[in-house]
């Protein structure tokens, strides 16, 4: 069985705050592959960020960051500097090949101006 | 520009018609999918397929079916819709090789009154 668990529902932070999301995800295959995507209130899914099982260096893309740890089975996301244009929906999701993409329940991150 | 593309973008429709919703990729991926989403909350699995002629149900129970006749296309179809079908569709699809992402559709806002 495979599940993604993000535990944070809901996050209001204020414009230029760093805020970290939480993703904890349960396989027990070797090979995955872990994403995060965005959902504006426009209601379309935007690719973030995609990182294999054998890969656990730490990303930075602009202010978006990412930390994977496999022994702690996380792949959290991390804004700094938050802007009000960062409100949305974020979505981790883990493949493993089996069927589909699997999503957690999401995070709904408001940043105030 | 979308390489997939979901029609209608917003539908009303009363209750007890039949809809179709459509789906079509340029990308010649082997898998789609349909998710079923209430705005903003879990993407939950209604169908999907590997190829031509073959479906399967996803994680939700839905009273909608799919068919695949062609690569490219990947209707859903509700016969006799409800107010419980109110929520947004998205399509989506992916190569075969499970590293890669799924690139989704904008979405059907569904509404049955």
């Known amino acids: 069985a495979q599940k993604v668990t993000q535990a944070q529902t809901e996050i209001s932070v204020v414009e230029k705050e760093d805020v970290t999301l939480d993703c904890v995800y349960e396989?027990?295959?070797?090979?995955?592959?872990l994403f995060w995507y965005k959902q504006p209130p426009s209601g379309e899914l935007v690719f973030l960020i995609r990182?294999?099982?054998?890969?656990?260096q730490n990303e930075i893309s602009g202010r978006y960051s990412w930390n994977f740890q496999k022994s702690t089975s996380s792949f959290n996301f991390t804004i700094t500097a938050s802007q009000v244009v960062d409100s949305a929906v974020y979505f981790c999701?883990?493949?493993?090949?089996?069927?589909?993409?699997?999503f957690g329940s999401g995070t709904r991150l408001q940043v105030q101006p | 520009e979308a390489d997939i593309y979901q029609t209608p973008r917003y539908l009303v429709i009363g209750t007890g018609k039949k809809i179709t919703l459509e789906c079509s990729q340029t990308m010649g991926h082997d898998k789609m999918y349909w998710y079923q989403q209430d705005p903003g909350m879990e993407l939950h699995l209604i169908h999907y397929s590997y190829g031509v002629n073959s479906t399967e149900k996803g994680d939700l129970s839905s009273e909608s079916t799919v068919s695949r006749i062609r690569t490219e296309h990947f209707p859903l179809t509700l016969e006799s819709a409800r107010p419980s079908h109110t929520s947004q569709y998205l399509c989506?699809?992916?190569?075969?090789?499970?590293?890669?992402?799924?690139?989704f559709g904008s979405g059907t806002r569904l509404t049955v009154v």
């Open positions: 990182r294999n099982s054998f890969d656990e």
């Open positions: 999701a883990l493949n493993t090949g089996r069927r589909a993409l699997t």
């Open positions: 396989t027990r295959d070797t090979t995955y592959y």
């Open positions: 989506a699809s992916s190569p075969a090789e499970k590293d890669y992402g799924y690139t």
